[in-house]
């Protein structure tokens, strides 16, 4: 039995747990909103660094943010106009991203408090979560479990599980934004990132996928062979303008909806890399485009557009309103899971 490198502490009344494996990468997790508030890992010469946006004061998760560091649900990202209808029922949602629904509402997964305890069999937590039937609008009484894991292979596994007592809509990811650099002040436009995904949702004015899949060859959208996220990203291109740079679904090359890798990305001054593998049909490719120097970041100075990039593996936006897409449905006595992995790694 391996025996969980777990601390935890109290800050400003939240708990906070670290992981750390024996290579000496770390990861922070806060009891609210499953947050990672830190995740350490050297550069090509050892040095250690963090490379996830975040506060260094933990109360400042409890205001506004862009969902820093969060696990997304009950449904991560956009549902439109707030409704969709299962069984015969129309569910109103709130629309609080304009006239769409966005990442569960008012008070979604992000801001609740979970449970956590540690794995028995594994270097890891396990976070739960009841929401309520009729919370933020969504019906069935949801139990949610999320575990993170950091192997000694330098892999932060994030595995989601949830079961529901009514008919209900599911997608869960994890909000994490990542600058490889470790310096906050930095944008992200000098990553280098490859997608292993032949198409991406386009989406309408307020960020809705229209509903077909486009093939990005051709486009600035096509990351199947590396590029930095930079090159193409001030196109002139109508997609890019909706997002005001990338903020796109795209559909994770995954036939068999098996864990695979979905992206790499390469900052290459610190050599630092990291491997996204997942089970999920989708990523959101979000480029910080509405970071506004706002927000403190944790070494002084503030989060500018672009100082973080998300790579956010879930089902597609706003499913619930589309037949074509994988379904999100979850019914009575099934178990949703999903599982994420992020490899860190230099070269
Ligand atoms: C997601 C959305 C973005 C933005 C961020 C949070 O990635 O797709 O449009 O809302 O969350 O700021």
Redesign the pocket.
């Known amino acids: 039995m391996i025996k969980p490198n777990l601390t935890s502490h109290e800050k400003n009344g939240l708990s906070s747990y670290t992981l750390i494996n024996e290579y000496g990468l770390s990861i922070e997790v806060l009891n609210l909103g499953g947050i990672i508030c830190s995740i350490n890992t050297p550069d090509r010469n050892g040095v250690f660094e963090d490379i996830v946006l975040g506060f260094k004061d933990p109360k400042h998760y409890l205001g506004e943010h ?2 820093f560091g969060a696990v997304a649900g009950r449904y991560a ?2 549902i439109a106009d707030g409704k969709f209808s299962l069984e015969g029922n129309e569910f109103t949602l709130a629309q609080n ?1 304009d006239t769409n629904h ?2 569960g509402g008012i008070k979604g997964f992000d801001k609740v408090l979970w449970n956590v305890e540690s794995l028995k069999n594994e270097n890891g937590i396990q976070l739960s979560y009841t929401s309520k039937d009729g919370e933020e609008g969504y019906p069935g009484n949801l139990s949610v479990t999320v575990d993170y894991v950091l192997t000694k292979d330098n892999i932060l596994k994030v595995k989601y599980r949830a079961q529901t007592d009514k008919t209900t809509v599911i997608n869960l990811t994890q ?1 994490s934004y990542f600058n490889l650099s470790g310096d906050f002040a930095a944008q992200i436009l000098d990553h280098e990132l490859q997608l292993n995904a032949d198409k991406y949702l386009p989406l309408d004015n307020t ?1 809705i996928p229209v509903g077909n899949y486009q093939s990005v060859v051709g486009t600035p959208f096509d990351f199947s062979t590396p590029k930095t996220i930079g090159r193409d990203i001030e196109d002139k291109n109508k997609q890019l303008e909706i ?1 005001s740079g990338y ?1 796109h679904c795209w559909v994770i090359n995954n036939p068999n909806n098996e864990i695979v890798k979905a992206a790499e990305v390469y900052h290459p001054q610190s050599g630092r890399t990291m491997d996204v593998y997942t089970d999920q049909p989708g990523m ?1 490719c ?1 480029t910080g485009n ?1 970071m506004d120097n706002t927000l403190p970041s944790k070494t002084g100075g503030t989060y500018g557009p672009r100082s973080g990039f ?1 790579l ?1 593996t879930q089902h597609f936006p706003n499913a619930p309103n589309e037949p074509n897409f994988p379904t999100t449905i979850l019914n009575p006595g099934e178990t949703f899971t999903s599982e994420t992995w992020f490899q860190f790694s230099v070269k």
Do not use: I, M, S, T
């Open positions: 862009p969902y990202n956009r991203n966005l990442h909000h960020q997002g903020d959101q979000y509405f998300c956010e």
